[in-house]
């Protein structure tokens, strides 16, 4: 399996992370031995027809459903990189970008 | 330490140790704020509680009040949880003080403890060597004597391998017996938190305060804290497997050497020793290596500087925010892992990928659970192939630092000899929720093992 540089910047995107030119070529070697290394279980011819393993309780739980006090220490206002009048502020939307998807 | 009488004078003993220990860059809260947090709650501490006055440092990937949550990642530089997990608060309720944040692999994806925003950790032994990791700065502080206990997180082996190249004792509880709630997430279906004590004792009495229900974490089974078991006499009456998939020729000699040794003790001590094999074993670093990114792409989605951490600014909208705060924010080690789980995840691929390692992950735990139906009561396997490596020795390859044993249920590492001066360790993996048993093994391994000794 080999991941192309153009891959990379695709999965990056879906990804919304930057990366930079310089250092596709290696994140597409790395990716590429990865799953080279990952596609042995595909040799497993058993685990066809298997139920997928599901960690944890059989059935979610739920808590009972009760009005309780503010967990936080805090408020988000504490938290945001930028905040006003109860909103957290980021840039404007910007116009919509699926085309090259 | 179980009962100081005086918990003011534990906490000022505890910030002198680390202080000591500073060249280490196990601790990431600086002495002076760590110092002033212990004295303060020392003079809250519960004295009636079980582990009054004991200091327990908590790796970073846990949230506290007391001192920020960074993840050893600048994404989260100065973050302030303004919430605690539940494994915390159990411990400040039973009278323990939160001995500082411990430096780990960034989001605890790591084996080496080389991978954090803030520096390596230094192995406390040999300064040129790795503590292991992800929980390494947890694991160097109790191997250098500054806190008997400190929690970590494993997802694939980060509290037991630290704990092995350190020379101490590590315990991954089975998922579900400690409250993942403010945990920080990496990958949900195999987080859980473990201890790191210089003892059995001391990891197990900490390991009993943190477990149990808690309806903040619908993962976490519906059961009682666990009841710590007394110490035996011997090893009477147990059944111990040896998988023999865990002594691969190319296994470190004196690894096995440790390792013949303990099963030689584990016959004078009146157990029966079994050979046994889980076939799936040489699989399961391929399965972790699709689950665990897969999940962390989705849990790290979430760190995006719109609403809370460091922003890193000069974005025109917001999508150029997202993607300019996460690929300045993120380390490469992160980075990597979140690309290759949204490749796994893409459309596609998913089948290929996700559903198959779930299929894979059924088989492994049902090796497990073949080997206990068989009549085996615990399984042991050294923890690592090798003793602690040089630093930089495995940076260069994806795949190198993996461990194999990453579908156990529970199992506890403890040191079993030394080479060279570097401690090696042994695992006892049990049945799943049967940590009481698998300890009381342990306690009766330990006291009979020459752990500081050569092989």
């Not at chain 2, 080496?112 to 230094?122: C, D, I």
């Not at chain 2, 001391?202 to 390991?207: C, E």
Request: hydrophobic share 40%; with cysteine; net charge neutral.
């Amino acid at each position: 399996m080999s991941v192309t540089n153009d891959e990379v910047r695709h999965i990056a995107r879906l990804a919304e992370l930057d990366v930079s030119e310089e250092t596709l070529p290696e994140l597409a070697a790395q990716m590429s031995r990865i799953l080279d290394y990952v596609a042995q279980i595909n040799s497993v011819a058993a685990s066809e027809g298997v139920k997928p393993f599901v960690p944890g309780p059989d059935a979610a739980r739920f808590r009972p459903d009760e009005l309780k006090p503010w967990p936080m220490a805090f408020g988000p206002e504490r938290l945001a990189p930028a905040w006003r009048d109860g909103f957290f502020l980021v840039p404007k939307l910007g116009q919509f970008e699926q085309s090259d998807l | 330490m179980s009962d100081p009488s005086d918990a003011l004078a534990s906490a000022k003993a505890a910030a002198d140790r680390l202080v000591k220990v500073k060249r280490l860059n196990a601790c990431l809260t600086p002495t002076t704020e760590l110092r002033k947090s212990l004295l303060a709650q020392a003079q809250l501490a519960h004295p009636s509680g079980v582990l009054y006055g004991m200091p327990v440092a908590v790796k970073d990937v846990i949230c506290t009040l007391e001192f920020t949550t960074t993840c050893a990642s600048k994404i989260l530089e100065g973050y302030h949880s303004p919430y605690e997990a539940t494994a915390v608060s159990r411990l400040k309720a039973a009278g323990a003080l939160v001995a500082g944040k411990t430096n780990c692999d960034e989001f605890a994806m790591g084996s080496s403890t080389e991978h954090s925003a803030y520096g390596r950790t230094l192995h406390p032994f040999d300064k040129t060597r790795v503590p292991g990791g992800s929980s390494g700065g947890s694991a160097a502080l109790v191997a250098a004597g500054a806190v008997p206990a400190a929690l970590g997180s494993e997802t694939g082996g980060s509290v037991r391998q630290p704990a092995s190249l350190c020379g101490v004792v590590g315990i991954k509880p089975t998922y579900g017996r400690v409250s993942r709630y403010g945990l920080v997430a990496f990958g949900s279906s195999l987080d859980q938190i473990g201890v790191l004590g210089r003892s059995v004792h001391d990891a197990a009495r900490v390991l009993s305060v943190i477990s149990g229900r808690d309806p903040r974490d619908s993962t976490c089974e519906d059961r009682d804290s666990l009841r710590l078991p007394t110490v035996p006499e011997s090893l009477q009456g147990f059944v111990i497997g040896i998988p023999k998939e865990y002594f691969p020729a190319d296994l470190d000699p004196a690894v096995r050497r440790a390792c013949d040794r303990v099963i030689r003790l584990f016959k004078e001590q009146g157990a029966a020793v079994r050979e046994v094999s889980l076939p799936h074993t040489p699989y399961a670093v391929a399965t972790y290596y699709i689950i665990a990114p897969a999940e962390a792409s989705s849990n790290l989605a979430r760190y995006d500087g719109a609403r809370f951490g460091p922003r890193f600014n000069g974005a025109a909208d917001v999508g150029a925010l997202y993607r300019t705060t996460r690929g300045m924010g993120f380390g490469t080690e992160v980075r990597r892992r979140i690309l290759l789980g949204t490749y796994v995840l893409s459309a596609g691929y998913y089948d290929a990928y996700y559903r198959k390692a779930q299929q894979m992950r059924a088989l492994i735990a049902q090796d497990f659970r073949n080997a206990f139906d068989r009549g085996v009561d615990l399984l042991f396997t050294p923890t690592t192939p090798t003793p602690a490596f040089k630093a930089g020795e495995k940076l260069s390859d994806p795949v190198a630092m993996y461990l194999s044993d990453i579908f156990t249920v529970t199992a506890i590492s403890l040191p079993i000899g030394r080479v060279k001066g570097l401690p090696i360790g042994g695992q006892f993996i049990g049945q799943a929720f049967l940590e009481d048993e698998m300890i009381e093994a342990a306690y009766a391994l330990e006291r009979v093992v020459p752990s500081s000794e050569e092989v």
